[in-house]
């Protein structure tokens, strides 16, 4: 096998390393390990993520899911900016505009939750400002000097309660304000230690069922939620109708004004965006929508605190011809390798050609030689009237026209036209000395005659 075969090998066993590497990277874009942050072991969002965790098991059963139980939204923001998890269930309160839980925006929280990426909205939750009915609180203003759960401290409940009693002239960080998940709530409450609490969860959640069934507690209204829209557009209007918690106990007791905001899934743009879209698809499924009571895909895109994620956008815009965020992320996976291999085809074009102006500077040099051998020879017959002699160099001549044919034929002599203008003077030479042979041979009866030349068809 000749060099350009070798060279064609190699670059066809490149060509199928590279279809090989590509395929796995983009067969094994899914992690072996994805990682959630969801809430308290007995809050929504960790149920939520459990039945996440369930979906993908069942899609995708070499996948393994860990679910992080933490104090609720404001940790799980933190652990998303700070890359400990891929995904986590946040409430959309405006934390991110408002930079920390005081609200005061000192730029660097809005600055840390640059990189902090949407991937849907999932559900509706509604404040629940819950209070003993012993207690007679017409409105917020009575929580004053009332011991208070205003929920974990990174939660999104101490964000939002914090956010309604600031606008009451009262706050968060007061004494009689006590920051508990919402196990300790149910048991400080059971205790006598807290006459009233803001919890943040799904309307009637099986927790808030469980809670109000008992016929100790009502509801408080909210009579300035216009005002907390206003100053927060995160925060939307929700109305709870007299006695949704319904009962052997009625609760509320009547109509009751509060605030809601969306619960949704974030990411990090980071992740990867096959991913995201994943997990997204996995949260708009069948399954998960029924849990959620029929969540739709338009609700799931709504406005929210942060950016969409690219997955996201991909999986929403699935029916539209758009150039695919995944497929960028593997052309960028497969870059470096695309990079290799077109040095590598760079290199072996080169040497390809560099072998051809070798080739062809050889093949010539070659032809050059033969061309100055028979005009040696040219020169050498022309006062030469010794029939020997000439036969000698008619020898050479033959020699010389084997060789070159060969060459032809094993392209070691360029095919072109100096070829044929070689064989055409080699001919003319070889018909010369003939010819002169046979005038001699007329002059002198006693000479052999020479055995003759035939020229070259080629010519």
């Known amino acids: 096998m000749n060099i350009r075969g070798w060279i064609l090998v190699v670059v066809i066993l490149l060509c199928i390393i590279f279809a ?41 059963p070499r996948i393994t899911v860990e679910i992080q139980t933490t104090d609720g939204s404001a940790d799980n923001l933190k652990r998303i900016t700070e890359g400990k998890v891929q995904f986590a269930f946040y409430q959309n309160n405006g934390m991110s505009h408002l930079g920390g839980v005081d609200g005061n925006d000192s730029g660097e929280g809005v600055q840390a939750f640059r990189e902090v990426r949407s991937a849907a909205n999932l559900y509706v939750e509604v404040l629940h400002i819950i209070v003993r009915k012993s207690m007679r609180a017409n409105g917020i203003q009575g929580l004053r000097g009332v011991n208070v759960s205003v929920g974990a401290k990174e939660s999104g409940t101490i964000q939002m309660a914090q956010h309604v009693l600031q606008h009451y002239n009262m706050s968060a960080n007061d004494k009689q304000m006590h920051t508990l998940n919402f196990a300790d709530t149910l048991k400080a409450f059971d205790s006598g230690e807290i006459d009233a609490a803001f919890i943040v969860t799904g309307s009637l959640s099986p927790m808030m069922r469980k809670l109000l069934g008992t016929g100790e507690y009502d509801l408080l209204p909210i009579q300035e939620v216009d005002a907390l829209t206003f100053k927060n557009t995160a925060y939307l209007s929700f109305q709870l109708p007299r006695s949704v918690y319904s009962g052997e106990h009625s609760v509320p007791s009547q109509d009751t004004t509060s605030l809601a905001v969306k619960a949704s899934l974030i990411t990090h743009q980071d992740v990867p965006a096959f991913l995201v879209r994943t997990m997204t698809q996995m949260a708009l499924s069948t399954p998960f929508r029924n849990r959620l009571r029929g969540l739709s895909e338009e609700f799931a895109k709504e406005e929210q605190d942060f ?27 497969t870059l470096p390798y695309l990079l290799v291999l077109a040095i590598l085809v760079i290199v072996v074009g080169a040497t390809l050609r560099q072998n051809r102006i070798e080739k062809r500077r050889h093949t010539s040099m070659r032809l050059h030689e ?48 100096d070829y044929v203008a070689f064989m055409v003077q080699l001919d003319g030479l070889i018909n010369t000395i003939h010819t002169k042979l046979d005038i001699l041979v007329a002059s002198d009866g006693k000479v052999e005659t020479a055995p003759r030349v035939e020229p070259s068809g080629e010519s």
Do not use: C, W
């Not at 395929?23 to 993520?49: C, F, K």
């Not at 050498?380 to 010389?400: A, F, K, W």
């Open 20 to 60: 090989g590497v590509s395929y796995n990277r983009l067969a094994s874009r899914l992690p072996h390990t994805i990682t959630i942050a969801s809430g308290s072991e007995t809050g929504a969002y960790h149920h939520l993520a459990l039945q996440l965790k369930e979906l993908l098991r069942l899609e995708y």
């Open 370 to 417: 033969f061309m100055t051998r028979i005009g040696d020879i040219e020169e050498d017959q022309r006062g030469e009237t010794n029939p020997q002699q000439l036969y000698r160099l008619l020898d050479v001549l033959s020699r010389i026209k084997k060789r070159a044919v060969d060459d032809r034929v094993g392209g070691r002599l360029p095919a072109g036209d």
């Open 307 to 333: 950016p969409i994620h690219r997955g996201a956008m991909d999986f929403y815009h699935r029916g539209e011809p758009t150039f695919s965020s995944s497929v960028a992320e593997a052309f960028n996976d």
